[in-house]
């Protein structure tokens, strides 16, 4: 069996030995940076097509069906008219902010793939406060989207960026307190260590009541993060036109669209991590023969069936819940999802200290 | 607010998201339901659902007789002027004269498909029918005659 983790090594020692030294982490470097790219370009059109088929059925319709087989070539013909299509600049735009902004949100999508663990020993980076720098480099994306609203001299970019922005930092605080709920069990915030410390057991198996509050915590707020319905002020299509990025077309529209999706993989990514194991195969506490026969299946295999499973939950989210408004919003965060959390955090120490978990 | 308010707030809350929930998860597993016609393709075995109208149309057995009396109901009922009834008078057997349809004018291009019209008719002379596919390259083609030539009132009808 060829484990990415092989191929990794191979790929690795083929540069020492013919290149050698700085050159070949020179080399590493690029082949990451394509590497990431290829990923976001399949993941894009991968996760748009599966949106609008999830989509259809939940709403009894067909979805996409005439571009290729089934419609599978849809999102790929969608990509080739965006790409063709001219990036106007609005006049009275800020040129220089409204032309970065894309490439921001961009920037701070692909920063977070950097400690993410896809499969066993594969990693860009493992640095010891790995969970840490996905929440804090995933704030600066707000930066990106208030950039967009405010550059494109528009009335309707600017309130779709200002709910974005009260929207996003709202519900950090929950997502903060829901993975801190968490880093309490393992005690690291590496996301190796993360993993490792689910070898018995993922954690919403293991950490009973807290755990599955935490989680469910984690779903709502990460859906609001990355403005998606039932939180989708931020775009709002029936109010705002599309919100932050109503001035924006062709590629650099595309890059937003894009954007959102990755963040969805991401946010899906850490919350298979912290909640249910990362790559990490389904372990029942001293089983052996039980989690010699989980381990056949690779690791990558474990890490994006979950991901993709949760990706499924926040589509399902998206096709069934009506949008909120923006005080029920707010409400929602500072009346509900906060206190609980905090609540929540304090019976997961308790629960920590008296040593409940397994 | 009091807490036990708040604690059955987020229970309610909780418990109809996932009755919503199971709703389209309910479709989601079952793409039987779906209900997407593929026109044109399935021309032939296109099934329109009950209520969907496409026109209006006046009944006419097989004697070409109808069961429009010309009292213009009809066109008092409809709210957009669609129908124009052109009314003549027949001399009956008995030597009385008598209102009688001549022409039954229908703008196709005004109807809303609002079923007005046919719930007004004292006679059920008008129905609506399903034929959707009514383009045509010239207006005037949409203005209709409903009344068949040489068609009459059916005997018997007030
Ligand atoms: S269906 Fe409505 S709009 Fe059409 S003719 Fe009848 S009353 Fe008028
Ligand atoms: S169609 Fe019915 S309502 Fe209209 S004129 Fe004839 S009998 Fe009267």
């Known amino acids: ?358 | 607010m009091s807490i036990k308010q708040y604690i059955q707030d987020v229970f309610n809350a909780i418990k109809s998201l996932l009755k919503g929930m199971r709703v389209t998860g309910y479709y989601f597993f079952h793409p039987k339901e779906i209900i997407t016609e593929q026109y044109p393709d399935n021309k032939a075995t296109l099934k329109l659902a009950d209520r969907f109208k496409g026109e209006v149309v006046m009944l006419h057995d097989e004697n070409n007789e109808h069961a429009c009396t010309g009292c213009t109901a009809c066109e008092l009922a409809c709210p957009n002027g669609t129908i124009k009834i052109i009314t003549q008078f027949d001399i009956t057997p008995g030597g009385k004269k008598k209102k009688a349809l001549n022409t039954f004018v229908y703008h196709l291009e005004l109807c809303t498909m609002c079923n007005l019209c046919v719930e007004a008719c004292p006679t059920g002379a008008i129905v609506m029918a399903q034929n959707f596919e009514h383009s045509v390259y010239d207006r005037k083609q949409l203005t209709k005659t409903l009344n068949k030539p040489g068609s009459k009132l059916r005997a018997g009808i007030e």
């Open chain 1, 1 to 358: 069996m060829i484990s990415l983790e092989a191929i990794k090594n191979a790929v690795q020692s083929w540069l020492q030995l013919h290149i050698g030294g700085t050159l070949a982490l020179v080399a590493e470097s690029i082949l990451l940076g394509i590497l990431v790219i290829t990923l976001f370009a399949v993941l894009g059109l991968l996760l748009v097509f599966m949106e609008r088929k999830v989509s259809a059925v939940m709403q009894i319709r067909l979805g996409p069906n005439r571009v290729g087989p089934k419609g599978w070539l849809q999102t790929s013909a969608d990509t080739l008219k965006l790409m063709l299509k001219e990036g106007l600049t609005p006049d009275g735009a800020d040129r220089f902010l409204f032309n970065l902004a894309p490439f921001m949100i961009m920037i701070a999508a692909m920063l977070i793939m950097a400690p993410i663990a896809f499969a066993k020993n594969f990693q860009i980076w493992d640095i010891n406060i790995g969970v840490l720098y996905i929440s804090s480099v995933a704030s600066i994306s707000v930066i990106a989207i208030l950039m967009a609203g405010w550059s494109s001299n528009n009335k309707y970019s600017l309130l779709g960026a200002m709910r974005s922005g009260a929207q996003i930092i709202s519900y950090e605080l929950s997502a903060g307190v829901a993975v801190i709920t968490m880093i309490i069990l393992t005690g690291s915030l590496s996301v190796n260590d993360i993993i490792a410390s689910q070898e018995n057991g993922w954690w919403i198996f293991k950490g009973h009541i807290p755990a599955i509050i935490a989680f469910i915590i984690f779903m709502i707020a990460v859906t609001a993060e990355t403005n998606r319905a039932p939180f989708d002020l931020a775009e709002a299509e029936s109010e705002l036109t599309a919100g932050f990025h109503t001035e924006y077309s062709g590629m650099k529209f595309a890059l937003f669209f894009l954007a959102e999706y990755i963040n969805i993989f991401i946010v899906c990514a850490v919350a298979a991590i912290l909640f249910l194991g990362g790559w990490m195969p389904l372990h029942i506490g001293n089983w052996q023969a039980f989690n010699h026969v989980m381990d056949y299946i690779p690791s990558s295999i474990w890490f994006f069936g979950k991901t993709f499973l949760l990706i499924g939950l926040i589509m399902w989210f998206r096709w069934t819940f009506p949008r909120l408004r923006i005080d029920q919003l707010l409400n929602l965060e500072w009346k509900y999802l906060l206190p609980i959390s905090l609540l929540n955090m304090l019976l997961m120490t308790i629960v920590a200290i008296l040593k409940w978990y397994l």
